[in-house]
């Protein structure tokens, strides 16, 4: 599966917008990318998936060039409850058999 | 609730005893997974079901670990002889067959467990 690099921390202000990206100069044809939010003591939660361009939901925005080889998480407008650690996946959109690969993600901390 | 579920939240066991954590899919889900989480890491691929057949094991299941899933629904995760290095949460996720729009990983609470 392809290695993710992300930024171990970030911090923002409540009511800005916050973009994580992720490098994964590995990813193969057939892999998704995946975002996953996780707050202590919770499992992770699935945020966003795309393939390629751009993918918006009720929550976030996920931006893919055009090699693949990044991605960028956007969090509009983000708020306290937003402190998280944020998890970039890349590989197959379910997990396939070998279930999912996280990296150590990144610990976003919203202040006031 | 239709989320995952696990039980127990919690477990405070000493070294040496054996454990057996519960966890109930989504409805419908033919995909469970297990996943081990220590702090400040992501949590590491433990072993895979589809329906009640367990196709896949990380080496880090060792032979102290089992998992089963009976009749293709929940599955129970067992640790014998448990280690203090087994501390960790146990994380259990569903997803649906490969059909459909969104194919992704619903993952339960977790298993908090403690080894004394």
């Excluded at chain 1, 919770?42 to 991605?71: H, M, W």
């Amino acid at each position: 599966l392809a290695k993710t690099t992300q930024p171990i921390s970030m911090d923002s202000y409540e009511g800005q917008e916050v973009n994580i990206t992720c490098s994964h100069n590995n990813i193969a044809t057939n892999d998704y990318i995946t975002w996953y939010q996780q707050f202590p003591s919770q499992g992770p939660r699935f945020i966003i998936q795309g393939y390629k361009t751009k993918v918006t939901n009720e929550v976030a925005s996920l931006f893919i060039p055009a090699d693949r080889k990044s991605s960028t998480l956007s969090l509009p407008r983000v708020s306290l409850s937003d402190t998280a650690v944020y998890y970039c996946l890349v590989g197959p959109p379910g997990g396939g058999a070998d279930g999912l690969t996280f990296g150590k993600g990144t610990h976003l901390i919203i202040q006031p | 609730d239709t989320g995952v579920s696990q039980n127990p939240r919690h477990k405070i066991t000493k070294r040496g005893q054996n454990v057996t954590f519960r966890c109930d899919p989504i409805s419908e889900h033919n995909r469970l997974y297990w996943y081990r989480q220590t702090l400040g890491q992501g949590p590491e691929f433990l072993t895979y079901f589809q329906n009640e057949a367990q196709l896949e094991k990380s080496r880090l299941l060792s032979d102290r670990f089992s998992a089963e899933r009976p009749k293709g629904s929940f599955s129970t995760l067992e640790i014998q002889r448990t280690e203090q290095g087994d501390s960790a949460m146990y994380l259990c996720a569903s997803s649906p067959p490969r059909t459909g729009a969104l194919k992704t990983q619903y993952f339960g609470p977790g298993t908090r467990l403690l080894v004394l």
